[in-house]
Each structure stands twice: as structure tokens, then as C-alpha cells.
């Protein structure tokens, strides 16, 4: 039974590892730096308004990354509920993965930075952006051993302290990455 339970662990278990390597490497071959031009790490960057901001290992935007994977966990069990957790967990990585190279593109940090109020964002570090992939794990795994309720009241928690704090959340830098809006964008800027 060990045994069996081990070789059902180890291949998806071995598949998430890939991914997070594909990524790092997908994004240093694409020009994103290892790390913080700065030349260190910090666990925490709270600066929103800095070149700092996106390169280390947790920010503001690392609440919007959980709340990913409480959507990705939804949207895993609404879909494919008979695939065991580790599988949709993949399901999910590969999702948070393929965004975090999107949103690394020149594409998207151009339109970050002509229609959001992110006007210094140069894309994320390497180290950042795994880390934003493990925030969407974290999240994913709250809202596997989680009553709903409390994943739902979680995400607003996070959505009105971030909007508080840095006038961002998740549900802003959708809208304005996909249909700006100027009175949005000058509120978030303190105008």
C-alpha cells in the first residue's frame, strides 16, 4: 500500500517540480533576471511604487497570487473532480505557470505600463515570479482543506486590505489590464 500510495505521489509530484523549472528557465532565456537588480533578496517588499516591487520574494501582489489558487481550485473541482488533488494541483500550476511567462512578456509589462498605474514595472525577477507560483499553491492548498465559506471570506479579506493599502487588488489589475479605466487609474495614482 506504501508503495502504491509512493508511485502515485512521485510522477505528479515530479511534474510540479517541472514546471517550476520550465518556468525559471522559460523566463531566463526570455531576458528576466535571477533576482532583484539590487543584488539581494528580501522575504518581504511592501514598496509598491519601487523598482524593488515584483522582485522578491513576497509583495502585495502575493495576496492576488492565493486568491489564484482558490479560483484554480474551483475551477479544478468544478471540471475534473475525479482527478486525485495532486493532479489538479498540476492543472493549476501549469495555468499559474503560463501566466507568470505571460505576464513577463514585453507584451503584457508594455500594457501594464501604458494603461495601469504600474508606469515602472519591468516584469518580475525569476525569484518572484516562482514565488507567485507557490502563493497560487498555498492558496490552492487553503482552499483543498477549507470550509468555502471561509476560502470566499478570505479572498475579500484580501481584496479590500490590498485595495485599502495600495488601491490594487486582483479584481482591479484585471479591469484595468483588460478595459482601463481613467478614474480608476488617476484613484490608484492618489489624484
Given at each position: ?40 533578496v528580501k522575504l518581504w517588499h511592501g514598496v509598491v511604487n519601487s523598482s524593488e516591487n515584483s522582485q522578491h520574494i513576497a509583495d502585495w501582489y502575493s495576496f492576488s497570487h492565493i486568491i489564484h489558487g482558490f479560483l484554480f481550485y474551483l475551477a479544478a473541482w468544478l471540471v475534473a473532480r475525479r482527478l486525485p488533488l495532486l493532479w489538479r494541483l498540476n492543472l ?100
Amino acid at each position: 500500500m506504501n508503495l502504491r500510495a509512493s508511485k502515485t505521489t512521485t510522477l505528479p509530484l515530479l511534474i510540479a517540480g517541472a514546471i517550476f523549472a520550465v518556468t525559471a528557465i522559460v523566463e531566463h532565456i526570455n531576458g528576466r533576471i535571477a533576482i532583484c537588480k539590487c543584488g539581494y533578496v528580501k522575504l518581504w517588499h511592501g514598496v509598491v511604487n519601487s523598482s524593488e516591487n515584483s522582485q522578491h520574494i513576497a509583495d502585495w501582489y502575493s495576496f492576488s497570487h492565493i486568491i489564484h489558487g482558490f479560483l484554480f481550485y474551483l475551477a479544478a473541482w468544478l471540471v475534473a473532480r475525479r482527478l486525485p488533488l495532486l493532479w489538479r494541483l498540476n492543472l493549476a500550476l501549469a495555468l499559474e505557470a503560463a501566466w507568470e511567462m505571460f505576464e513577463n512578456s514585453a507584451f503584457i509589462i508594455d500594457r501594464y505600463r501604458t494603461a495601469t498605474i504600474s508606469l515602472n514595472y519591468y516584469g518580475d525577477s525569476i525569484v518572484n515570479s516562482l514565488s507567485d507560483i507557490a502563493f497560487m499553491v498555498l492558496g490552492f492548498w487553503l482552499a483543498s482543506r477549507l470550509r468555502p465559506r471561509f476560502i470566499v471570506a478570505l479572498a475579500l479579506a484580501f481584496e479590500l486590505m490590498t485595495l485599502a493599502i495600495i488601491r490594487d487588488n486582483l479584481t482591479l489589475n484585471v479591469l484595468m489590464l483588460l478595459h482601463p479605466v481613467e478614474a480608476i487609474k488617476q484613484w490608484q495614482a492618489g489624484a
